[in-house]
């Protein structure tokens, strides 16, 4: 299993695949560095940091090992988050990076150099490079986070609009955010002002001399950048990516509820009872009644008695073959919609 695909992720545009490309392959090499070489590294310091304690030792004390297992833990962690949902926020790169490598260090690599200090003496200039050695790896691994994710999102392209990324757009004292369904904006002249809205709301976007403005059925917001045409090509761009995809959610929706009703009207629930067959639909109305040659020794009040039973044990297994469906369906809408 790749750990960080080869091809930039969640995008199924294949023109804007092969623009990103040069920009993800500079991108991926530093996030496996930082994300995975340096912390793993990390990891197998505090293990060296164990064994040089235990080499003197008859009896190796199982505390010893506390620092390693816990270095190795926030590696594994790490690796795991960014596996799972980390590729989807490159500015959370940063923060899980050091985070995690912080922890190494004050987890890991510095009980462990203490306690190696402590019980071999006699290897303290090796203990104090690999604890030297273990600082200097968390200290890269967050500056390659941080290239990491400038590489990536750093003078925004137009492509990027059609990608889940969050942009950022700094300058005049002004904080531009487009997220995948909505533009947030902090300003700070005077007074700071922190102000957003929806793409749901978002008539058009135009350009000034120093600004953008986003028109809104209930008014219009106008936003200091430093490239307006720029800034307003990326906001465009964006809006129409969620567009595209809120279409095809809806198409996908509709032809699921489509498929729902084509199922439910194929419904069909049966019982038989004492040479009596009643056939109903998802309705529960009768569509068929089968009576053998057997019921004609029966009486009419046991033959009416028999009948309402079958329809109404039909109508249950009607009824069922309906909850069971419908149920199905919520299930698959809810796992479709959490990933």
Known sequence: MTLIPHAIPLINDPQVVHALAARWRRTRTLLLLSAGVLPVAIGIVCVVLAGMTSAGQRIMPWWVAIPAVAAAACAWALLTWLRRNGLSDPHSWLPATTLMTGAQLVLGVLPGSGIALRLSPGAAIAVKALCAAGVL????????????HRSLLSAPVLELGSTSFPLVIDGRGTRLVIGTDRVDWTTRHGTRVDAGVSFARVLRVSAHANAIAVHTASGSWTVPVADPEGARALLRRRIAWWEEGRDAAAEREQRRYLDLVSLLAAVSGEATR??????VDSNGHTTGIDLSPEVRDLAPEVL??????????????????????VLEHADDHLVKASH
């Open 137 to 148: 790896g968390a200290g890269s691994a967050s500056a390659l986070a941080r290239m990491a």
């Open 274 to 279: 004492g040479g009596i067959t009643v056939t």
């Open 304 to 325: 009416a008695a028999q009948l309402m039973a079958c329809v109404q044990k039909a109508r249950q297994n009607a009824r069922r073959q309906v909850e069971d469906l």
